[in-house]
């Protein structure tokens, strides 16, 4: 969920009390020129009657690829297109707090006609931009080696999560109280590999004849999942509220049902020790302090495959997903009748609508959307 439920509870805790380099040998993905990003000056945009930002102000915080990418895969016989956008939140006592998520998108990846990576990086605590754009640069690197060594996909995505997580900690970045998680794909003509650290989210638009519906690829990993939160209890943490950490509600009692009636109050999770992480995922890149917790970067890897039935992939923050169900997202791509740029652009907008609705700020929000077309009989 967002970010009142996905990200470090230090300002909260503001409430309960005033509380070397990395290694090298492994190439950057700077020079590997992802799908260039632009502002969005010249956009017209309907902000709704409420937001405390002007046009002006929001095209500011929003960013995206410059205009839709597309590729063709000559293997898999189909045309790939995509289009991302990422938009600053808004923090009124912060309203110059920097976007702490990071996008990667790039066909043609690791110099293969039939490979496509794409990835967002939602970083969290004072230093989660700099963690975000450092592991960006980072798995990206990783992966584009793997592929070379022509190492199986779920291992390399593995691979590249883990290392990255010990090369942040070996960074100057200080990572013990800061962090990321990680939603990435990997396309190599049809077959899609899935990797997920954290509350980020993967869906496919699938379809047996209707309209396309949506499939989640991703479990959010969160203490709301009882095998994760078994597995950190194991660890050592403590998984409680707010409420309990305070008192408000009784700390012997499990006080939380399910995401959708967390009352903006999730389970998180703490140190026996200390009022510390107060993370309300499970799997980061980065938070050091929370490893011995259980707080860890191992992804969860899923394989799927494009096809005529399911040619949609998208890729969110859980800036998206905080009020905007998996369902809505796909129908709001099916309503702006293949131009992703204008879906990805208004289900941003939509989601922003909907937080501050909800709330006084909103979250970083980024989103990718990929779809698969043009499908040859050769390619079947």
Sequence with gaps: ???????????????????????????????????????????????????????????????????????????????????????????????QKSNQDAVFAKHHFADGPENCFFAVFDGHGSNGTLCAQFSKEKVAGHLQDSIAAHDQASSAMTTAMLETNEQLHQSPIDDSMSGTTAIAALVQGRDVTVANVGDSRAIMGHSTGGPLRAECLTRDQTPFRLDECNRVKKCGARVMTLDQIEGVKDASKQSWIDEDKDGGDPPRIWSSSGLYPGTAFTRSIGDQSAEHL???????????????????????????????????????????????LDAAIHITIRAYDLWLQNETRTDDITIIIVMASDFSESGK
Excluded: W
């Design 294 to 340: 259980g707080v860890i970067a191992d992804p969860e890897i899923t394989e799927h495959r494009l096809s005529p039935e399911a040619p949609l992939l998208i890729l969110a923050s859980d800036g998206i997903f905080e009020f905007l169900s998996n369902q809505t997202v796909v129908d709001m791509v099916l309503n702006y009748h293949g131009n992703l």
């Design 1 to 95: 969920m967002g970010c009142t439920s996905s990200k470090p509870a230090q300002e909260d805790l503001k409430r309960v009390s005033a509380p070397g380099t990395g290694r090298v040998g492994r190439r950057s993905s700077m020079g590997m020129h992802a799908a260039k990003p632009a502002t969005l000056q010249g956009f017209p945009l309907q902000l709704p009657p409420t937001s405390p930002l002007t046009p002006s102000e929001y095209r500011e915080r929003l960013v995206a690829c410059e205009g839709e990418q597309s590729c063709r895969l000559p293997q898999a016989g189909c045309l790939l297109r995509y289009a991302f956008v990422t938009q600053r939140g808004f923090y009124p006592e912060a309203r």
